[in-house]
């Protein structure tokens, strides 16, 4: 079962930084498409990033274009998500998937997206002053 674990969130004022990284359970990560999720209170989880295992293109949701970075760090086995200019509005709990199958596209697209294994405790974000 595909598992992944989140780390690096906590509470940024606004126009902040933070880095989240993406810890595979058990497989390696370069040979998936992995995504990074979030959910905020009474919303429901959107993809923001994600990434392909073929080529290595990224996309992003608007509301994170030009403010976010995905990448991988294929030596270290993790994905991480920089996010750098946070605004209140990037709180939520975030979360990251992968999936050999769905392409790194539609994980971001697909509403909702279903990991085909579970989904890890995620990481607080909390952008407040």
């Known amino acids: 079962q595909l598992q992944t674990v989140e780390s690096g969130g906590g509470l940024v004022q606004p126009g902040g930084s933070l880095r989240l990284s993406c810890a595979p359970s058990?497989?390696?990560?370069?040979?998936?498409?992995v995504g990074w999720f979030r959910q905020a209170p009474g919303k429901e989880r959107e993809g923001i990033s994600c990434i392909s295992k073929s080529d290595g293109t990224t996309y992003y949701a608007d509301s994170v274009k030009g403010r976010f970075i995905i990448s991988r760090d294929k030596a270290e086995n993790l994905v991480y998500l920089q996010m750098n200019s946070l605004k209140a509005e990037d709180s939520a709990v975030y979360y990251c998937?992968?999936?050999?199958?769905?392409?790194?596209?539609?994980?971001?697209?697909?509403?909702?997206?279903?990991?085909?294994?579970?989904w890890g405790p995620g990481a607080q974000v909390t952008v407040s002053s």
């Open positions: 998937a992968a999936d050999a199958v769905t392409s790194a596209q539609d994980m971001c697209a697909r509403r909702p997206f279903t990991p085909f294994g579970s």
């Open positions: 058990g497989f390696t990560l370069a040979y998936y498409n």
